[in-house]
């Protein structure tokens, strides 16, 4: 599971420590542990790879809810976000180490550098986008060295320097620990060509994937890597299409009465680059590529991945094949009822997936 095969495919959830999405504003405390075990628990069982558990500026600590998760589960796997920049990378090299260990394998790291200033700025960080993704560099080649280096190295960049640094604690592989990795300006992508082991889109058109794709494998080629590629989307299932789509239509509402209730007026132009391609692909119409639903990215500014894929769990199954056929081979996939949806995708979606490529691997034998 650490390292997947080329072909292999991958689903991963997500964790939140509560329950709330666009559609449920936040209550109670920041974190209900019942909730969160049972959240967990229900992808485990629904046959997820991995949970994601997400890093934002307010949010409680991803390291310590993802060991809670792992305290609570047995096999399925934690694609932790973590905030480059903010502590040293050895130390939080030697953090995801001893995690990895203490869970026997189950770490991967989702490395993010920020695309918003002014959430950065609530943590204290003022570098331009450009410099952070330098510094994230510079902390992925440090946090790869810690993990696999026999002994001690120096190292001296523009963000970063130490001498003789060494981790008696390694990764359960020896090759390290699992690095994800998104952003879609040119810096981000040459950071991604030298780091990636996964690189994570949110739900665009097939169009802008099969790009986006193309971009990153350009710029890993010279450093002789072959990414895996991710795509996250909000799969918005029902029993027929039309009982999908109105469903859709009525989580759209719901996400409306949400923010007006919140007082969250017009949503803020985004400065994130992925965000501006949600938001792109949206000014082309509410549906696209047949199953393709952008009006809850419009509505919501594309603040997070918020496209989703609307029909039943068989025809968004052949959504996700399509781009499966582009290169895509983990999907993120999480909904506006986070529990609710999170079942029915182990339930309905993730097996559809599997019997449709296992029909396609039986035609080519047959072939």
């Not at 052949?318 to 529990?339: K, N």
């Amino acid at each position: 599971m650490r390292f997947p095969s080329p072909d292999a495919i991958e689903f991963i959830g997500f964790a939140a420590p509560r329950y709330q999405s666009e559609t449920h504003a936040p209550e109670g405390p920041a974190i209900d542990r019942d909730y969160l075990r049972l959240l967990a628990q229900a992808h485990e069982w629904g046959g997820f790879d991995r949970i994601l558990v997400a890093f934002y500026a307010t949010a409680p600590d991803a390291l310590l809810l993802s060991a809670q998760i792992a305290a609570v589960t047995d096999r399925i796997g934690l694609m932790i976000a973590h905030r480059t920049g903010f502590t040293a990378p050895t130390v939080a090299a030697r953090q995801f180490a001893t995690l990895d260990q203490l869970t026997g394998g189950r770490v991967a790291i989702h490395a993010i550098s920020g695309g918003d200033d002014r959430e950065l700025a609530q943590d204290g960080d003022h570098l331009t986008k450009d410099q952070r993704y330098a510094r994230t560099d510079e902390f992925l080649t440090i946090a790869r060295q810690v993990w696999t280096a026999a002994s001690p190295f120096d190292f001296a960049g523009a963000h970063y320097r130490v001498e003789r640094a060494f981790s008696e604690v390694k990764p359960v592989d020896p090759r390290g620990i699992p690095v994800f990795f998104g952003g879609a300006s040119p810096a981000a992508i040459a950071v991604a060509g030298r780091h990636a082991d996964t690189y994570a889109l949110w739900g665009e058109s097939l169009d802008q994937v099969r790009e986006a794709i193309a971009r990153v494998r350009a710029a890993a080629a010279p450093h002789g890597r072959d990414p895996r590629f991710s795509l996250s989307f909000r799969p918005i299932l029902a029993d027929t299409e039309e009982a999908a789509w109105a469903r859709a239509e009525d989580i759209l509402a719901r996400t409306r009465a949400t923010r007006t209730a919140q007082g969250l007026g017009p949503a803020a132009a985004p400065q994130n680059e992925g965000s501006r391609r949600l938001l792109a692909a949206a000014a082309q119409g509410n549906r696209l590529d047949a199953r393709l639903y952008t009006a809850i990215a419009r509505e919501t500014g594309a603040s997070g991945n918020s496209t989703a894929l609307v029909g039943t769990p068989e025809q968004v199954a052949e959504a996700l094949l399509a781009y499966h056929d582009l290169g895509v081979r983990t999907f993120l996939i999480r909904g506006f009822d986070p529990l609710e949806d999170a079942i029915a995708y182990g339930r309905d979606l993730i097996p559809a997936v599997r019997r449709l490529l296992a029909r396609r691997a039986s035609r080519a034998e047959a072939a």
